[in-house]
Structures are given as structure tokens and as C-alpha cells.
């Protein structure tokens, strides 16, 4: 287990949302599911928490209600390979989702992501000042992220 356990809380539709974020995600697994016991505050044997992985993280699912919604001040980044990799999560997590700028989305339960290639992290600590700010001038035009594109950018091509 990890020493910090991201714990997301649901309006009543942690097991679809497990099961979506498992779908989208190669690496993941169903780790448990707590139900509630007789004294509440839900229903007897329905799921009030969830365990579940992906990429290596351990997160919960809390079955709870309306009270809490999610916002953009936290969002879970998705550290890509390549373009075929930003294009796949990109396609999934927006299904039914939202477009964001530079990368980022919500998905249908509203969480937000970040689809950016690891390739950007190198790009913008780089020495070349100058090489970074025309490629995160380019980032900052983008919704889903081009790689390519930010490549020119970054070579001033």
C-alpha cells in the first residue's frame, strides 16, 4: 500500500466508476469493495467503498452523495509515452467527458486529468529558455496535446 491513498468521492456510482476507470486503464485491478453493515447510513449490502489500481496507484471509491463534487484544484496526471498513448487515454476519459486546455479533461464522473507526454516535463526544464517558452506558447493553443506540434515549436521549426 501506498503512504498516500487518493480517496475520490461518488454521488452514489463508485462501482460504475471503478469499473469505467478499469476499463480505460490496462494495468488495473479490483482490489475490495466494503459494504454497509445494518447500522448505515446506507443501505444494508450496498457498497460504501472501493479498492481499486491503476497504473501501480491504489485509490477508494466512497459511495457517498451529492454533498462534495470534484474540481480542477486536483487533478490525476497520466504520464504518457508517445502520441498513440496520449490519442487512446484522450479518446476514453473524454467519452462522455469534457475537453479541457494544454492536456487537460474531466472525465463523466467530472474528475480531472492530465494526458501530457513525458516528453514536455524535458522540454520545459530545458536549458534553451527560449526553445521552452515557443513550445508552451504552442501548449497553450492546444486542448488535447500534439506532440509533434510542441516538438516544432520547441525546434523553432
Not at 475490495?32 to 444494508?44: I, L, Q, S
Not at 477508494?60 to 480542477?72: L, Y
Not at 467519452?95 to 480531472?112: A, T, Y
Amino acid at each position: 500500500m501506498h503512504a498516500i491513498q487518493p480517496t475520490l468521492w461518488f454521488n452514489g456510482n463508485t462501482i460504475e466508476a471503478r469499473d469505467f476507470y478499469c476499463s480505460v486503464f490496462k494495468d488495473s485491478e479490483v482490489l475490495e469493495t466494503a459494504n454497509y453493515t445494518a447500522v448505515g447510513p446506507g443501505k444494508e449490502g450496498e457498497p460504501v467503498t472501493v479498492r481499486f489500481r491503476l497504473n501501480g496507484v491504489e485509490f477508494v471509491g466512497i459511495n457517498a452523495g451529492p454533498e462534495f463534487t470534484f474540481s480542477e484544484a486536483v487533478s490525476f496526471l497520466i504520464p504518457c509515452e508517445d502520441q498513440d498513448e496520449v490519442d487512446y487515454y484522450w479518446e476514453e476519459l473524454t467519452n462522455g467527458g469534457e475537453e479541457g486546455p494544454c492536456g487537460w479533461l474531466k472525465d463523466k464522473f467530472g474528475l480531472s486529468w492530465q494526458v501530457v507526454p513525458r516528453q514536455v516535463q524535458a522540454m520545459l526544464i530545458d536549458p534553451d529558455r527560449e526553445a521552452a517558452n515557443r513550445m508552451v506558447t504552442a501548449l497553450y493553443g492546444m486542448g488535447k496535446i500534439d506532440l509533434a506540434a510542441l516538438e516544432a515549436a520547441f525546434e523553432g521549426e
